[in-house]
């Protein structure tokens, strides 16, 4: 360790693996899924898709997969999917067990 550039080099490494735009842009899409939730375009969604896939053997697991193949669409992330509407589902998926017939909101 009788060499200093070896700190210098560390330090740099470290900053280039976090300044990353793909890194900046989780927090976005958290951010994105948020809005969306406030703005009740999710609970829209799911009702939506409660009527598409609902009634079908297992329901809710198909309203979730139906309903994050159309969010994908709309926000383009998987982490804005996610904190989108896992918010809604994961209450009622937690109250149903594994059956996952229960009315939705």
């Given at each position: 360790?009788?060499?200093p550039?070896?700190?210098k080099?560390?330090?740099?490494?470290m900053y280039?693996?976090?300044?990353?735009?793909?890194l900046?842009?989780?927090?976005f899409?958290?951010?994105?899924?948020?809005?969306m939730?406030?703005?009740?375009?999710?609970?829209?969604?799911?009702?939506?898709?409660?009527?598409l896939?609902?009634?079908?053997?297992g329901?809710l697991?198909?309203?979730?997969v139906?309903a994050?193949?159309?969010?994908?669409?709309?926000?383009?992330?998987?982490?804005a999917?996610?904190?989108?509407l896992?918010?809604?589902?994961i209450?009622?998926w937690?109250?149903?067990?594994?059956?996952?017939?229960?009315p939705l909101?």
């Open positions: 360790m009788d060499n550039l070896i700190f080099l560390i330090a740099q490494r280039g693996g976090v300044e990353s735009v793909v900046l842009a989780i927090p899409f958290i951010l994105a899924g948020e809005v939730n406030h703005a009740g375009i999710t609970d829209g969604l799911v009702r939506f898709c409660k009527t896939v609902g009634h079908l053997r329901g697991a198909h309203v979730n139906v994050n193949i159309i969010f994908a669409g709309i926000s383009g992330s998987a982490v999917d996610c904190v989108a896992g918010k809604i589902l209450l009622p937690k109250k149903t067990g594994t059956r996952g017939i229960l909101p």
